[in-house]
């Protein structure tokens, strides 16, 4: 049976803007950008959480749920300096440390670098030696796989420890809201809903062949999970998938020069990125948002892979000019590659004459 840790910061944004300024303590602190910005909510303090603001959300809307609160820009300068160091004090206990995040990540502590066989023991010291070497809470949760472990961190928030064993495993999944489910969005919990399913034990009743008719291969993983099952491994690195560059605009943009001149420079960061990072890739992919927030997406397939900055723009040139709508406005641009080769040693000039 494995030992399997979940470390979540707390409000990690939040919480480190108000390390840095105390006076911000006990305030409505939302992080993101001014809410006359185009900017969304990054993180905020859960004082702000009280009044509906939550991540992902405009800034001008959560400024309208909660015009006290104070809003800041993020400084990922600051946050990358304390995740570097929340990482130092995981890989004092394991080598098998796997990231979701700056502020999150999973611990395969079966066989760990102290020797220790009490798994909570080791979640207690890293909650220490984090606020030690950070000053910041974190929430943790311990269990036997990954996905316990994740309900667990999120039991007792801010600053919990919980523990999720086989014996205590069906009376906490069986009381969990389907919404609460990590892995069930919010479409997915409402179509549950409308089926019937509102809690782990309603999910339970199923059986996997109806799960998987009415969510494909996610049913038999919502069969497993509300069973205590999840045979996912805690992997300290894992390849990126893809890699891309985006830009929320000060300004909607209807002109089309203006973008080509904006994608122009996406596509530039975006080889800088790939150089550095000694990748390329085969699949150009196009990200469009317009001003109803309403999000498009287009890629094209290249024989061979490329990290040739006229070869990506000409490419992502043509997906915007295909598929713009030239009566709306357009709130974001993105360009990426997928289907990467992490391992490429071809030179710059070889590519571009292969090209």
């Keep these: 049976m494995r030992k399997i840790i ?8 939040a919480a480190v803007e108000i390390r840095e300024n105390p006076s911000l303590k006990g ?18 303090s859960y004082e702000a959480r009280k009044f509906g603001v939550r991540s992902g959300m405009p800034c001008s809307q959560a400024w309208r749920l909660c015009p006290q609160g104070i809003f800041v820009n993020c400084n990922f300068g600051l946050y990358r300096e304390a995740s570097a160091k929340i990482r130092e004090v995981f890989h004092r206990y394991t080598s098998l440390v796997e990231p979701v995040s700056l502020d999150e990540a999973y611990l395969d502590v079966t066989t760990n670098l102290i ?4 798994s909570m023991v080791i979640a207690r010291r890293i909650k220490q030696e984090i606020m030690e070497a950070t000053q910041l809470t974190c929430s943790v949760g311990v269990s036997f796989n990954k996905f316990l472990a994740k309900i667990g961190s999120e039991m007792q928030k801010p600053d919990g420890l919980s523990q999720i064993t086989p014996e205590n495993a069906p009376e906490i999944l069986f009381a969990l809201p389907i919404g609460k489910f990590h892995g069930i969005g919010s479409v997915t919990a409402a179509k549950m809903q409308k089926m019937g399913i509102h809690t782990g034990a309603d999910l339970h009743k199923w059986s996997a062949t109806d799960l ?28 990126p998938k893809s890699i ?7 300004e909607d943009i209807s002109d089309m020069k203006e973008l080509v001149q904006n994608l122009k420079d996406l596509v ?49 040139q043509r997906l ?10 357009i709130r974001l641009l993105g360009v990426g590659l997928s289907r990467l080769d992490l391992d490429s040693s071809t030179s710059e000039e070889q590519l571009f004459l292969d090209i």
């Design 6 to 13: 979940h470390v979540d910061m707390d409000a990690f944004y």
């Design 27 to 44: 305030k409505c602190l939302i992080v993101g950008g001014s809410p006359n910005s185009r900017g969304v909510v990054s993180t905020c």
């Design 115 to 118: 020797d220790e066989p009490d």
């Design 212 to 239: 998987v008719n009415h969510f494909g291969k996610m049913g038999l993983f919502f069969y497993n999970v509300v069973r205590g099952i999840d045979e996912r491994e805690v992997i300290s690195y894992r390849d």
């Design 244 to 250: 891309s560059c985006e830009h929320t605009f000060n």
């Design 268 to 316: 530039e960061r975006l080889v800088i990125r790939m150089h550095n990072k000694n990748i390329q890739g085969k699949s150009i992919m196009l990200k469009i948002k317009y001003d109803n927030f309403e999000l498009v997406t287009r890629s094209v397939s290249l024989t061979q892979s490329t990290a040739d900055q006229k070869t990506i723009f000409k490419h992502a």
């Design 320 to 329: 915007l000019v295909e598929n713009w709508d030239e009566s709306r406005k």
